[in-house]
């Protein structure tokens, strides 16, 4: 109970210099305040999704104006590159089997 006294005349002492009142508990922390989500007008809304749709819009035009250069073409493999490399692939699943089978 001293212990409980102490902490209850050392805060009296606290909101004689500072002008405030101490919490209870000087190890508890104060509750965050919860902040409200602003809410927008539907006129807002819809003014706001046109400008975005606007602006969006401009830029498409902007970068197809500047002439960006068109992808690359996809490289295809030769037919003679393809065989070469379905040899390899047989002759190495070749040597696994016969490893195993040894």
Do not use: D
């Not at 005349?9 to 902040?35: D, H, M, Q, S, Y």
């Not at 002439?67 to 040899?87: D, F, N, Y």
Request: charged fraction near 30%.
């Amino acid at each position: 109970m001293a212990i409980k006294e102490k902490l209850l005349a050392l805060n009296g002492e606290l909101e004689a210099i500072t002008g405030e009142v101490a919490a209870a508990n000087p190890t508890e922390a104060p509750a965050p305040t919860k902040r409200t989500k602003r809410k927008l007008s539907v006129a807002h809304r819809r003014k706001l999704i046109k400008a975005l749709a606007r602006a969006r819009k401009a830029r498409w035009a902007k970068a197809k104006a500047a002439g960006t250069a068109s992808a690359p073409k996809k490289r295809r493999i030769s037919k003679a590159g393809r065989a070469a490399i379905s040899a390899a692939a047989k002759a190495r699943w070749a040597k696994v089997r016969a490893a195993k089978a040894a």
